[in-house]
């Protein structure tokens, strides 16, 4: 599961008070109240903050403030060259490239030794979670950005790839193990040959992990190293969120026929959202960050990104996790050097699955950052950063001596 957990706890929130409001038929309101009753457990220590907010700041001021968020931050106006795969079932999948910026102009024509080309350059494909887009990666791409060749696209239903033809053909469920097949697609078009490091955030990880259990050949190939951020190999139905027990029991035995129901109002519930965004901003960062301190500009960043996901999308994706166990596949990454990385107050994909990972990679590096929460590429960039800068050169993505940009260079 993803950070959106909580973006489908915020939205399911949202409909329920806006259900009752509107005076929907009866069934729908014993939903919403259902709903209502289950997700207060979790919206209750965000809300707590709100109505305190409430206090000092009013909604007019807040709603300004959104917009001048939204006018002046550079998150997320990093572009490459686009591109477009096609997946197995037809979806268009969209995708950008980032090359090497060659030094004084265009690259000189390389005399071949022996006969043999030059090695083709390694390529960073990038894979985002759950309720994100590609631009979740700022940061990092913004330090990559022509050191190495990065591919960065968006999972079929998200950002600005098209919604999953499966879905809206046949309403066909969403797996895992389809990601998969989607990361292989994007592969094919954006890297056809050439050596590939894979780095995938949360249910990006998941794909890559499920690229992995159906292309085993491709890894053992061309993979040459692998980073695991925020993520799980499985057993997601035991995550608690951080809730007591009767809460988190409430929740798994609602939530997935909520979501459905909400998933076929998805207009009624947009509008719910929008009505109640104060909760819905407070219960995103509860689960996003963990820091005290997190710069607005990149909490509204990730607001934004959540807020982008329409509801039936998150209704869709939802039932896959519980689903996912991908636990044998992660041998197919022996031999290569793996970075898993997790912030320690991460309450969707807590640490210790990334631990559990570590342990099955013994020759991994397992780092677990402090005060971080889910999205921790966008809170600790600078952490994520060197790392993976660390990892590339391990793999001689870039030579060590290479000089990555710094996670500040938010619009270069």
Not at 83 to 100: K, M
Not at 312 to 327: I, L, R
């Amino acid at each position: 599961m993803s950070e959106s957990s909580a973006e489908a706890v915020a939205s399911a929130a949202s409909a329920a008070v806006v259900a009752s409001a509107t005076g929907a038929a009866g069934g729908w309101r014993r939903a919403t109240g259902v709903a209502g009753a289950a997700i207060g457990v979790i919206a209750a220590g965000a809300a707590a903050g709100v109505a305190l907010e409430r206090m000092t700041v009013g909604r007019g001021m807040r709603a300004k403030a959104r917009l001048a968020l939204d006018a002046a931050g550079p998150y997320g106006a990093l572009r490459g060259t686009p591109g477009r795969a096609v997946a197995d079932d037809g979806t268009e999948l969209y995708y950008e490239v980032d090359d090497v910026e060659p030094e004084g102009g265009p690259a000189p024509r390389r005399r071949r030794l022996f006969g043999r080309k030059a090695p083709l350059p390694v390529t960073v494909v990038f894979s985002h979670g759950y309720c994100l887009t590609q631009d979740s990666w700022h940061f990092q791409r913004a330090a990559l950005r022509g050191v190495v060749r990065t591919v960065h696209w968006d999972q079929r239903s998200h950002g600005r790839s098209a919604r999953g033809a499966a879905q809206l053909r046949d309403g066909a469920p969403v797996s895992i193990d389809q990601l998969g097949r989607d990361l292989r697609a994007v592969i094919d078009a954006a890297v056809p040959e050439g050596p590939i490091v894979l780095v995938g955030h949360s249910m990006g990880g998941m794909t890559v992990m499920a690229l992995a259990a159906q292309y085993p050949e491709l890894i053992r190939e061309r993979v040459v190293a692998t980073a695991l951020v925020g993520t799980s190999s499985g057993r997601l139905g035991e995550v608690n969120f951080g809730l007591p027990v009767a809460g988190v029991n409430v929740v798994r035995r609602v939530l997935p026929g909520v979501l459905k129901a909400l998933g076929q109002r998805a207009e009624l519930v947009e509008k719910g959202r929008r009505a109640t965004a104060d909760l819905f901003a407070g219960v995103i960062k509860r689960y996003s960050f963990a820091s005290r301190d997190v710069d607005p500009a990149v909490a509204r960043f990730a607001e934004r990104m959540i807020e982008g996901t329409p509801i039936d999308v998150v209704a869709e994706f939802y039932p896959a996790f519980n689903d996912h166990d991908k636990t044998e596949a992660l041998a197919c990454f022996q031999g290569m050097p793996v970075l898993v990385l997790a912030g320690i107050g991460d309450l969707v994909t807590p640490s210790e699955h990334s631990e559990a990972i570590a342990d099955l990679l013994p020759d991994a590096e397992l780092v677990l950052v402090p005060d971080a929460g889910h999205l921790v590429m966008l809170e600790h960039p600078e952490v994520v950063t060197d790392r993976l800068a660390d990892l590339l050169a391990r793999a001689g993505a870039v030579p060590s001596t290479a000089t990555v940009g710094g996670c500040d260079s938010a619009s270069s």
